[in-house]
């Protein structure tokens, strides 16, 4: 039995440095990916679900960022306990499973737009360094590329 708690001990630690890593990770990337769409980072990044947002903020639009964060408060518990009163606020659980599939789906797709955006803007910037001198229409062009580009 001391064996099997041991396990489960060293398997908990392995995946809070997981998920920490992951959450690291992520707020660089929420860090860099604002630099390069308003030419500075962010604090919102490191902030729990606020980050949620920003993702979702930066990737689409602001709309998109409040949908992700009602698609993770829906999928939750709230359990509050006051003089041995305890208040439990949820949706049913089929309805909360179903959330949390749809947030989890919706997360992962919206990351992934998000890093596709992020390497667009990334290129485009190091091919804009390259040309020094710019021609009017050339910077109408990249204007518009960029607008057809955020819009979609």
């Known amino acids: 039995m001391e064996e099997l708690s041991g396990f489960?001990?060293?398997?908990?630690?392995?995946?809070?440095?997981i998920l920490i890593i992951c959450y690291a990770a992520l707020a660089i990337f929420l860090n860099n990916f604002n630099k390069k769409v308003y030419g500075e980072p962010s604090i919102m990044?490191?902030?729990p679900f606020v980050?949620?947002?920003?993702?979702?903020?930066?990737?689409?639009?602001?709309?998109a960022g409040y949908g992700l964060v009602a698609l993770f408060v829906l999928s939750c518990t709230l359990t509050m306990q006051i003089d041995r009163m305890t208040i439990v606020f949820s949706l049913p659980s089929v309805l909360q499973m179903i959330l949390g599939a749809v947030f989890a789906g919706a997360f992962v797709t919206t990351l992934i737009f998000g890093i596709r955006k992020y390497g667009r803007l990334k290129n485009n910037n190091s091919n804009n360094k390259n040309k020094d001198t710019k021609s009017t229409k050339e910077v109408e062009e990249?204007?518009?590329?960029?607008?057809?580009f955020f819009n979609n």
Request: net charge neutral.
């Open 8 to 17: 489960l001990y060293f398997f908990i630690a392995v995946l809070l440095i």
């Open 45 to 47: 990044a490191w902030i």
């Open 51 to 63: 980050n949620i947002f920003l993702l979702g903020k930066l990737t689409f639009n602001r709309d």
């Open 142 to 148: 990249i204007a518009k590329a960029n607008d057809d």
